[in-house]
Nanobody, 126 residues
């Protein structure tokens, strides 16, 4: 059973916007942290944005001011609003949730998370 399911990816032109959604199962909707990662071909998976319960929101330098992570507890959803998209934002985007013990200190790293989605592709053209 998939614990996380992403949607909302697609192809857009540079400067455009997309909103990614992540639907959580009950098991995968912990309160401690949730995040979005991305992986481009030939590159490592990198943290894009993370929400840590009671702590600051994390954004990668490359997306600050353009991307916004948010959550809806009632719907068990996490979102990533992306604006001002650039070709270098092209990647598979993954939702991650429920930090492992100690993971809240490094919410931008893949090792911190228990659950992962299958990913949704974002392609930005010039």
């Amino acid at each position: 059973q998939d614990q996380l399911m992403e949607s909302g990816g697609g192809s857009v032109q540079a400067g455009g916007s997309l909103r990614l959604s992540c639907a959580h199962s009950t098991f995968a909707y912990g309160t401690n942290c949730r995040a979005w990662f991305r992986q481009a071909p030939g590159k490592e998976r990198e943290g894009v944005a993370a929400l840590v319960g009671g702590g600051p929101t994390y954004y990668a330098d490359s997306v600050k001011g353009r991307f916004t992570i948010s959550q809806d507890d009632a719907k068990k959803m996490t979102y990533l609003q992306m604006t001002g998209l650039k070709p270098e934002d092209t990647a598979m985007y993954y939702c991650a949730a429920v930090c492992r013990p100690g993971g809240t200190k490094n919410p931008q790293t893949t090792h911190s998370y228990t659950y992962w989605g299958q990913g949704t592709q974002v392609t930005v053209s010039t």
